[in-house]
């Protein structure tokens, strides 16, 4: 027809253009505001309660327009939410596994009923999870309550658990908390950020109307991420985890350290993730998932377009065919926009090649979707990119280059790689540090694929089986939790610089050797800790590639020869003040614990989750890397082979810190380890002061977790400072007496420290 604007199809595939949204309502979310006055209170032991005489923060919906206040919790608050919630875990906790399934179950079918709602309030707060999104969290987890009693014996729910998002973070990613950690039985208190607070109150009503017991799931909006530090202080509380941006992440760390209770982080925002795109891929299809990802307002992680240099002409040709025509992405300031400015023209200072899709806007909060040719892996703008629609490209000739760069970066939540080759997509998948990877697809996320926070993005696990272990801990009272405290007195700056005391080994001891290859002078100090740390990062990447049967073989080797040194462990034990039956039985233990260790090896395994997806998914379990260990002072060896065999069985390696009062086993042990077929530097024994150790382990970067037993100050320590760069952190506060001490000859140990050993990643490819 004349005239006609219409497009055809061929003009459509073209451009790539998509088609406008649709209008949307909010008039039932603005209704349900306007019955709570559009004031929200706090939800505490199943109802809805505005205080008086309290602040308020005002909540924005995702155009920056003010929606409505809530009501900032003070102390007072807090300690009348601990109360009902320590209340509400009592009952939920007694209820059988079958009914709380059933509760969860009823859950989805009052969303059903108010769907319109929670569609419209979700759209209205930008929280990012489809209804259809936490119907699937809700049907997962309720399975797994079902099935906890089944599949997962042996193990209990902490009690209360604390989570706490930043103002950034989706609701997805807090309801993925949530979910699980009411399914294991435990009560949670909701500490939400300015996004998800009104969300979280909605569901908090609707949950408890669907029978979840008061004071099994309450909300406490505050002003600021200080507020979950005051509800950790509690000692009602048993374990804090928290998603969100890193800043307020390690704010949270410091500001709890010393309270006596496990915090975990998932820093799931803001991180630098590579798309790799490799020759052989659709270069259409790529193009069209960069900027459907690239380019949005709001935006989790920032993604780093690498690119193999035989297609980038093409690459850059289509994207650039593909963004004219594209509107300028809002900001959230004017601040947002000079740091975007100021990339953009650091970036064409250095050589680089723009790729707009249109002329900046003389002002405001907003700037076009760019992509930043030829930039330096080292810029600051791809180092650290500025919150804003800025791609940088970087290009790669081989396989191996394409992995070194996607690893350049201090973060490691996801990546996205683009080939048609299934062999080079597994390859690289398997190569990449991060724990997620979508081939061909960008941000697929589903319950039952479990995520790993690789380096500064995590110390947990999310998802799967395996991310309900964090809500849970053994039934027996092998395992005691860290005693709740005061926080210390501390300069941390200070901590462990104190000169080392004199170590004192009875003559009666069987004698150190006086040549150690990869070890240590029982007077170690911080450069002992850089050198066995980079002995032991060189030679893990090779051991964690060998295959399970070989790694058996070796600590089968290292049992045997125990097994040889027996008399002489024997004597070391008793200078520690055990009679000579108790030692030799320690001795016995620790051969049969590391046969034990051998054995495991290849029982960690991944699968192949089912998603509600066309496709295909794989979990893998992965080492840590660099692992390390100050020993306790009970069971010396048998604490030593424990937690030593559970490291090397999944591939990592270990800086061993023996304990100070009694390092003669540890040393002895090491002529055991010379005598095995263990590479040089995978396992490091160094003896000295353990504060000094500790400080040194803590400051060290390569270092990805750390399992101490020692002081509260050391626990404290240890808290504050392994935040930046992050690492897991298992700790223990060994008490005068004895008292609370784990017990080494229980079985449930080595399960417990098994799943302490490994991370996971998930790696999606999609069939359709």
């Not at 259809?132 to 997962?152: D, E, K, M, P």
């Not at 002072?633 to 030593?644: A, G, I, Y």
């Not at 240890?718 to 000859?745: E, M």
Request: net charge neutral.
């Amino acid at each position: 027809m004349a005239g006609s604007t219409n497009k055809t199809v061929h003009d459509i595939f073209q451009s790539m253009e998509s088609g406008p949204a649709a209008a949307s309502s909010t008039s039932t979310a603005q209704a349900w505001l306007n019955n709570n006055s559009h004031l929200l209170g706090l939800f505490i032991d199943g109802k809805s309660d505005v205080p008086a005489n309290r602040p308020s923060r005002m909540l924005t919906d995702c155009k920056g327009t003010q929606l409505c206040s809530a009501v900032v919790a003070v102390e007072e608050d807090v300690s009348v939410c601990a109360s009902s919630s320590l209340s509400g875990f009592r009952t939920w906790s007694e209820l059988s596994c079958s009914q709380r399934a059933n509760v969860m179950l009823r859950m989805v079918g009052v969303l059903g009923q108010h769907g319109v709602c929670v569609s419209e309030m979700f759209d209205l707060c930008d929280a990012a999870c489809p209804p259809a999104s936490l119907v699937r969290l809700l049907q997962f987890y309720s399975s797994w309550a079902q099935l906890r009693g089944t599949l997962i014996p042996g193990w209990t729910p902490l009690g209360v658990v604390l989570v706490v998002v930043s103002d950034d973070c989706s609701l997805y990613n807090l309801m993925i908390k949530v979910l699980p950690a009411l399914a294991m039985g435990n009560s949670v208190i909701v500490v939400p950020g300015l996004r998800t607070a009104a969300p979280a109150l909605l569901l908090a009503q609707l949950f408890t109307a669907a029978g979840l017991p008061a004071g099994a799931l309450n909300v406490l909006t505050g002003s600021d991420p200080s507020l979950g530090a005051t509800v950790a202080a509690n000692p009602s509380i048993s374990y804090v985890t928290y998603s969100g941006n890193k800043q307020d992440g390690v704010t949270l760390c410091k500001a709890t350290a010393g309270f006596g209770v496990p915090v975990s982080v998932s820093s799931i925002l803001g991180a630098r993730c590579p798309f790799i795109v490799f020759e052989s891929s659709d270069i259409d299809s790529a193009v069209d998932a960069v900027i459907q990802s690239a380019f949005n307002k709001r935006r989790e992680v920032h993604w780093v377009l690498c690119v193999q240099e035989s297609v980038q002409d093409r690459l850059v040709s289509r994207l650039r065919l593909r963004m004219s025509g594209m509107k300028s992405v809002g900001l959230q300031s004017e601040e947002e926009r000079f740091l975007v400015e100021a990339a953009v023209q650091e970036a064409s200072s250095r050589g680089a090649t723009l790729v707009q899709s249109c002329a900046p806007p003389p002002s405001g909060a907003q700037y076009p979707p760019t992509v930043i040719c030829g930039a330096a892996p080292s810029s600051p703008f791809v180092v650290c990119p500025p919150p804003g629609p800025l791609l940088p490209l970087l290009t790669f000739r081989s396989n191996s280059e394409a992995v070194t760069l996607a690893n350049h970066s201090p973060h490691g939540q996801a990546a996205s790689i683009w080939t048609e080759e299934l062999t080079l997509a597994l390859e690289t998948a398997k190569s990449v540090c991060v724990g997620s990877v979508c081939v061909n697809s960008v941000s697929v996320s589903d319950p039952c694929l479990p995520v790993s926070g690789h380096k500064d993005s995590g110390s947990c696990t999310d998802g799967g089986a395996e991310g309900l272990y964090q809500f849970l801990r053994p039934s027996s009272s092998s395992s005691p939790p860290l005693p709740r405290s005061s926080r210390l007195s501390m300069d941390y700056s200070h901590f462990g610089s104190a000169a080392p005391p004199a170590i004192i080994i009875p003559d009666a001891s069987a004698s150190a050797p006086k040549s150690l290859p990869q070890l240590v002078c029982p007077d170690g100090g911080r450069k002992d800790v850089r050198n066995a740390v980079e002995a032991a990062a060189k030679v893990q990447p090779g051991w964690m590639k060998k295959s399970p049967s070989a790694r058996a073989q070796s600590l089968l080797s290292l049992a045997k020869g125990l097994e040889g040194k027996r008399r002489d462990l024997s004597s070391s034990i008793v200078q520690t003040g055990l009679s000579l039956d108790k030692a030799d039985e320690e001795v016995e233990l620790s051969i049969a614990r590391l046969s034990d260790w051998a054995a495991y090896c290849d029982k960690v395994q991944g699968g192949t989750p089912s998603l509600p997806l066309s496709g295909s998914a794989l979990s893998l379990p992965e080492a840590l890397g660099v692992v390390g260990v100050v020993l306790p002072d009970k069971n010396p060896l048998l604490s030593m082979v424990t937690l030593l065999g559970a490291a090397i069985a999944y591939g990592n390696a270990v800086i061993l810190i023996p304990s100070e009062k009694s390092p003669l086993p540890a040393l002895t042990f090491i002529q055991v380890l010379q005598a095995s077929d263990l590479p040089a530097g995978l396992v490091n024994v160094i003896t000295g002061s353990r504060d000094q150790l500790t400080a040194a382990l803590a400051n060290h970067s390569v270092i990805k977790a750390i399992w101490y037993w020692g002081s509260a100050e050391g626990v404290q320590f240890l808290q504050h400072s392994c935040s930046s760069p992050l690492k897991t952190l298992l700790l223990s506060s060994q008490q005068k007496g004895g008292k609370g001490a784990r017990d080494w000859t229980h079985p449930s140990v080595l399960e417990e420290m098994g799943r302490n050993a490994v991370q996971w990643k998930s790696v999606w490819i999609p069939t359709a």
